[in-house]
């Protein structure tokens, strides 16, 4: 059984400073901080997790962007995903996920995985779609919002019995996707197929640090994006950024902590919502 | 380029009705094509949907149709991909699909992008004409910035963030109308099993008046017990959080507030350490009066605030307690019953 993980590189939004500049366009200041997209610790840990509880289970982890990126990839293997993958673009320019899910799915074509898992949505660019893009070209049946996953055994019984692994029973998967209302859709997929996790799915453990020291010496394959296939031409182009509008009226109250806090306490009183 | 003018919208419906996506669609699809009804179809896709489809049509006044999807119960990934597809190649001058972003659009839309070879923008929650171009507006960064996108392909795949256009309710139209068609379908590697339902119990936080929600900003499980004491200062007060405070174990799941969690409008919504991604945003619009407190000045949340406070909610709120201890406790009124700021 072979799970191929994507896990993108992303700037922590936290630290992400605009500068604003004339008419409201957004001037992002610099992306010093970096880490590993949320939803895809989700996901890493859901392969690794597959990985523990039976044998005969590899999982590859993914990367598309520039050469810091790797740096995801030595966290998902120091979370226990076996190999690195660095899918290699040049520059900060903007990926569309049409681009980032061609590389994948090419990467994966021939590779024969079993599963390929993805986060719900990149906490960046939010899009939610790079998981159903890649099962699009890979003609790979998809469900996106996983929010339980099981591996079933079924029909190709009659191989276990050559093959000890336990995995390679493995024919579907039983999943549970997040719909509206607080309800769940229970599905059966046969594999292989595309899942993209929602978080809440697992608990994602620590990188540890024999993994780490593991990870820093493998080495991480880069292969340049598209390679010698023609490269897809971003279908959509972001051309500016703005800083939202305020919906309210967005009052900015100032002072020490202590001020702040009398005020606050003032206009909640005035508005009788404390006594 | 050459000049597309059609423009599809995809309606999304469970349990047998229309949900309100499919207005917000429309409104969105009007506004793409200047307000005109012609050029616009809204394809429903289904088993039963003879009376789904005569409601679009005479609510929208744009022409519907109905393709008929035997033995189809509910959404099917597989079936909106291959039944889309085939409907859609059809369609000669096809510029713009319109999908919902919800957990349906989300789950096919992109996938039919991918198959056409068509610009995907998801989360569109704003739009505008410069020089001839479309741009398209969605959140990046956790709504921390705004994105202008445009299209560089001759059809464009778009999905709508619901609630934000609006179908005018005064709008006149005469209804469109309804073509009926046939769909054959296979469902070869997806199993449908039923749905679970869940969201049940919502621990009182849709009665509570004032909510006190919590986001990551808090830290650890520790410091919940300050956003537990800050919701005990308003009487019928309810603890509440986002997603990942959840996700953390901090609050159980029937407290989270968003599009996946429970909606809630209560007079006083106090968001402490939220970041104000459109998820979480979605479910608490509906506030009387919003507070938010984040050391992040420039947090999404505070768009979305009357009052913005920039301070660390670990120290800012214990402040305020003692504050309000000091100055306010001598006229402090016993707690009414039924009050709700116990967490879990
Ligand atoms: C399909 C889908 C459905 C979703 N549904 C929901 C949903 O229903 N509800 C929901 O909430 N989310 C939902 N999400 C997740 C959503 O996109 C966001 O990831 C989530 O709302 C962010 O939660 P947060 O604000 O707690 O954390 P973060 O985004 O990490 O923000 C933390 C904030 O705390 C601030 N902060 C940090 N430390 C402090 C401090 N000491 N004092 C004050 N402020 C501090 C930071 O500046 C930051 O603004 C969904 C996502 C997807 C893809
Ligand atoms: N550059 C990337 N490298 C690897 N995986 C990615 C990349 N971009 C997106 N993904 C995967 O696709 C998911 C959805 O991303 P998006 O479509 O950008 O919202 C993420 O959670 C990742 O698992």
Redesign the pocket.
Known sequence: MKIL?????VPDTDHLIIKESEGGKAVIGDLSEYRM?R??EF?VEEAVRIKEQSGGVIVDV????PEP?KD?LRRAMGMGADNGIH?AVRGEQY?S?MV??AG?ADYAREKDYNLI??????E????????P??ASFSGLPCATQVILLRLSSGRRNDQSEENPDASSDWVAVYVEREIEGGNREMLEIDLPAVI?VQTGINEPRYPSLSNLLRANKQEIETIALGGDNSVLKAPEDLVSTIVPPKMRAGRHVEGSAAEKAEQLLLILHDKALIK | MVNKTHTAVIAAHADGRVLSETWDLVAFALQLNGGRPENIEILVLGDNIDRLAEEIAGKSGIDVRAIFCTGLTGYSSEVYLSVLARELEKQADLAYVCAPHNSQGMDYA?ALAARFGAACI?GVNGIFLEEGTFFFQKDIYGGKIKANMVSHTATTVLTIQSGVFKLDPERQASPGGVVRTDARFAIDRTRFLGVRKGGGDCAGIAEARVVVAAGRGIGELENMEIIHRLAELFPKSAVAGTRIVCDQGWLPYNRQVGVTGMTVAPDLYVACGISGASQHVMGMRGAGFVVAINTDRQAAMFNEADICIVEDITTFIPLLLEIYQQQYNDNAVPQAPGNDTSGG
């Open positions: 993980v994507c896990a993108k590189f997209n939803f895809d996901a993914l990367t598309v962007g990126s995801v899918l990926l996920p980032v899910a994948i898992l993805t986060g719900a949505m990149s960046d660019m939010m899009n939610g779609q790079v998981g893009m890649v993209a | 992109p998801s």
